[in-house]
């Protein structure tokens, strides 16, 4: 196993379409324990192959408690096949060193795909929960699409992606998410409390980020 280095936001490969995979081969395998490796090197909750430079339809996702034992699952030939709700999601990107936004994500998801022993298997992830987020940040990244195309504030974006040295927003390609912005302005409209808690992830994510920043220095 070794760790890879992690393609930066910048990189054009970011924005293209991965290719379905055709057989769990010795070289597919190698890139998953590659994948969860450099993941876990670099404390992600998820990691998707063009993020490594690899053009495969694969990508990991480990939801569990830091300091608890590890639950990696891994995704191969991914599809969403059911959607629902609306939720506010803070997001950062391993491709996007130390830069977080708001962006709108489905509440409710449920994918199919392959496990690393080509096993078709269900995975349903409920109530914005982070699985339900991670899911589909990490499915954006095997069409070429980022994190920052869901962003619920433009000029907030590209102010944080300015402070953190990287390149602006592309404008043409956010994603017009109408609906879904109209029902999380709703939904926080009535549950204030809720932007409250946003606001404690947003500070409890910097703070955790600063202490990173420290243990590196
Ligand atoms: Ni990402």
């Given at each position: 196993m070794s760790i890879l280095k992690i393609v930066e936001y910048g990189n054009p490969i970011l924005r293209e379409k991965s290719k379905e995979v055709t057989k769990i081969s010795k070289k597919v395998k190698t890139l998953v324990s590659n994948l969860l490796e450099t993941m876990y090197h670099a404390n992600g909750v998820g990691l998707a192959g063009v993020q490594v430079g690899e053009l495969l339809r694969i990508f990991v996702i480990d939801v569990s408690d830091p300091e608890g034992p590890i639950d990696p699952i891994v995704f191969i030939n991914p599809k969403i096949i059911k959607k629902s709700g609306a939720i506010n999601s803070y997001e950062g990107c391993l491709s996007f060193p130390k830069a977080y936004t708001n962006v709108r994500r489905y509440k409710n998801v449920t994918v199919k795909a392959l496990d690393i022993n080509g096993r078709p298997f269900i995975k349903e992830a409920r109530d914005g929960e982070l699985l339900a987020r991670a899911i589909q940040h990490e499915f954006d990244h095997l069409d070429?699409?980022?994190?920052?195309?869901?962003?619920?504030?433009y000029f907030e974006t590209t102010n944080i992606l300015q402070k953190c040295n990287l390149p602006p927003v592309e404008k043409e390609r956010l994603i017009e998410e109408k609906e879904l912005e109209e029902e999380i302005v709703e939904f926080e409209k009535a549950h204030p409390e809720v932007i409250e808690k946003q606001r404690q992830e947003m500070e409890e994510t910097q703070k955790q980020q600063e202490r990173q920043n420290e243990k590196q220095n």
């Open positions: 070429g699409k980022l994190f920052i195309d869901h962003s619920r504030n």
